[in-house]
């Protein structure tokens, strides 16, 4: 069983910052990509950004030189530092981890957290 949770939404002034995590847990015997994805009221899920086992990163140009992707494999967990937050940045966010399991790690999928809102607004 593996189990992908996130933490660190609420809400938060324009302007403000928020600190997202994303632990994966259970019978892991690797992780590829992390990343986060966003969906706002009445419209379809997007990208945020993303992070490979490698290191290499992919935003959305609607948050580059403001969120920052990081990850700490020893923890198996991805980050989203989002600053200089906007209304438009409002939506719930959710956690997308391709993970393999398995004695080999032979079976691989992707797995999603719960979600968590975000909601920026004075």
């Known amino acids: 069983q593996v189990q992908v949770v996130e933490s660190g939404g609420g809400l938060v002034q324009p302007g403000g910052s928020l600190r997202l995590s994303c632990a994966a847990s259970?019978?892991?015997?690797?992780?590829?990509?992390m990343g986060w994805y966003r969906q706002a009221p009445g419209k379809a899920r997007e990208l945020v950004a993303t992070s490979t086992s490698g290191g290499s990163t992919n935003y959305a140009d609607s948050v580059k030189g403001r969120f920052t992707i990081s990850r700490d494999n020893a923890k198996n967990t991805v980050y989203l530092q989002m600053n200089s937050l906007k209304p438009e940045d409002t939506a719930v966010y959710s956690c997308?981890?391709?993970?393999?399991?398995?004695?080999?790690?032979?079976?691989?999928?992707?797995?999603w957290g719960q979600g968590t809102q975000v909601t920026v607004s004075s």
């Open positions: 259970g019978s892991i015997f690797s992780i590829y990509a």
């Open positions: 997308n981890a391709r993970i393999a399991t398995g004695g080999n790690g032979q079976y691989i999928r992707a797995y």
